[in-house]
T-cell receptor, first 114, second 112 residues
Framework: QKEVEQNSGPLSVPEGAIASLNCTYS??????FFWYRQYSGKSPELIMSIYSNGDKEDGRFTAQLNKASQYVSLLIRDSQPSDSATYLC??????????????FGQGTILTVHP | GAGVSQSPSNKVTEKGKDVELRCDPISGHTALYWYRQSLGQGLEFLIY????????KSGLPSDRFSAERTGGSVSTLTIQRTQQEDSAVYLCASSLSFTEAFFGQGTRLTVV
């Protein structure tokens, strides 16, 4: 089982719609969760961090964390063509042999079409 | 500098040569990560430094790869006897412990 799993997509949504990106993780002691956006040919860029259960909103982005279900999601409201990118879920482990290590999922490709 | 700085931005080397890639993290960041990303692929973890602790080298693909971090700051990733399969973008990131990590612009390595 991969430590962090995401659907690779591609996920295609129309402009103005809500894009929903999902991620599950295997380590129950994970404590820090992040979403990165990566445009083709560029480095990953941090867009959201979340550390406790519930929702966290920042502009058009909402991160949701459910530690009991080991699930973290990212909602993008009013999706724009400029949101088209690969979205990477990342987790920092708080125990075991991977203590403090930042682990990434394989990424979900999002395409927002006009 | 304000961000993570990597050098060189691009490196073309001949098969069998050694290369050194440099990462200058954000000042004060205790954690430093190296990843590799091949074309169209995800991030492959290589190595992780946290303060003065022994580094987590579990992602290094072979003994041709090594990394060090001097004085808790600058890190160098060394690849000996480069092979064509080493061609990729090498990314460095730094963070405070258990918080947001920020990436450098990467080094694109091409082995010919």
């Amino acid at each position: 089982q991969k430590e962090v799993e995401q659907n690779s997509g591609p996920l295609s949504v129309p402009e103005g719609a809500i894009a929903s990106l999902n991620c599950t993780y295997s380590d129950r002691v994970s404590q820090s969760f992040f979403w990165y956006r990566q445009y083709s040919g560029k480095s990953p860029e941090l867009i959201m961090s979340i550390y406790s259960n519930g929702d966290k909103e920042d502009g058009r982005f909402t991160a949701q964390l459910n530690k009991a279900s080991q699930y973290v999601s990212l909602l993008i409201r009013d999706s724009q063509p400029s949101d088209s990118a690969t979205y990477l879920c990342a987790v920092i482990n708080a125990g075991g042999t991977s203590y403090g290590k930042l682990t990434f999922g394989q990424g979900t490709i999002l395409t927002v079409h006009p | 500098g304000a961000g993570v700085s990597q050098s060189p931005s691009n490196k073309v080397t001949e098969k069998g040569k050694d290369v050194e890639l440099r990462c200058d993290p954000i000042s004060g960041h205790t954690a430093l990560y190296w990843y590799r990303q091949s074309l169209g692929q995800g991030l492959e973890f290589l190595i992780y430094f946290q303060g003065n602790s022994a580094p987590d080298k579990s992602g290094l693909p072979s003994d041709r790869f090594s990394a060090e971090r001097t004085g808790g700051s600058v890190s160098t990733l060394t690849i000996q006897r480069t092979q064509q399969e080493d061609s990729a973008v090498y990314l460095c990131a730094s963070s405070l412990s258990f918080t947001e990590a920020f990436f450098g612009q990467g080094t694109r390595l091409t082995v010919v």
